[in-house]
T-cell receptor
Framework: DTEVTQTPKHLVMGMTNKKSLKCEQH?????MYWYKQKAKKPPELMFV???????INESVPSRFSPECPNSSLLNLHLHALQPEDSALYLC?????????FGPGTRLLVL | AQSVTQLGSHVSVSEGALVLLRCNYS??????LFWYVQYPNQGLQLLLK??????LVKGINGFEAEFKKSETSFHLTKPSAHMSDAAEYFC??????????FGQGTELSVKP
């Protein structure tokens, strides 16, 4: 089973809202990732967690706050987002070099 | 810096025709290479991967890719296109530390 799940599937939020995206995997992978993807573009890496510790932050604005409560869960907390943050947010987990992606959360910021 | 180049942002083939999606990479070390497919409004699905074993890699849905070190290429092929193959395809190389470098993507259209 190579399944990564993400909730919610869609999210609409105002610029003053606080919301969270959730990602879960039960494959025993010890690395998890957040990506942002704009239409017709490849995914852009935001954060990498390795063994539940943040190992890479690709200079992401502080209005995005990742959290890894345990080895199976990854959250992305959103606060005071801008309309340009509207995108598909993808979670992935990896076994060695191979990353497996979730279905994504389509985020619209109004 | 390592990079991935996908030739052709859009490829159109007829149903039943050969699919060829091109990918060239630059890497100073033996790479891990991947092809992913993304259907509309979905996440990325792993099609196949090269991890320095056999140079001809078979993936899901009848796709395969051949690693050619001399040409630094990893082109994706399928002998006979099906309407359901219409999607965006991304080539990627692993650069270590959990990072993937993606190509810009190729949109495949399949005409009936």
């Amino acid at each position: 089973d190579t399944e990564v799940t993400q909730t919610p599937k869609h999210l609409v939020m105002g610029m003053t809202n606080k919301k969270s995206l959730k990602c879960e995997q039960h494959m025993g992978h010890r690395a998890m990732y957040w990506y942002k993807q704009k239409a017709k573009k490849p995914p852009e890496l935001m954060f990498v967690y390795s063994y539940e510790k943040l190992s890479i932050n690709e200079s992401v604005p502080s209005r995005f706050s990742p959290e890894c409560p345990n080895s199976s869960l990854l959250n992305l907390h959103l606060h005071a987002l801008q309309p340009e943050d509207s995108a598909l947010y993808l979670c992935a987990s990896s076994l060695q070099e191979t990353q497996y992606f979730g279905p994504g959360t389509r985020l619209l910021v109004l | 810096a390592q990079s991935v180049t996908q030739l052709g942002s859009h490829v159109s083939v007829s149903e039943g025709a050969l699919v060829l999606l091109r990918c060239n990479y630059s890497s100073s070390v033996p790479p891990y290479l991947f092809w992913y497919v993304q259907y509309p409004n979905q996440g990325l699905q792993l099609l196949l991967k090269y991890t320095s074993a056999a140079t001809l890699v078979k993936g899901i849905n009848g796709f395969e890719a051949e690693f050619k070190k001399s040409e630094t290429s990893f082109h994706l092929t399928k002998p006979s296109a099906h309407m359901s193959d219409a999607a965006e395809y991304f080539c990627a190389v692993s650069v270590g530390g959990g990072k993937l470098i993606f190509g810009q993507g190729t949109e495949l259209s399949v005409k009936p």
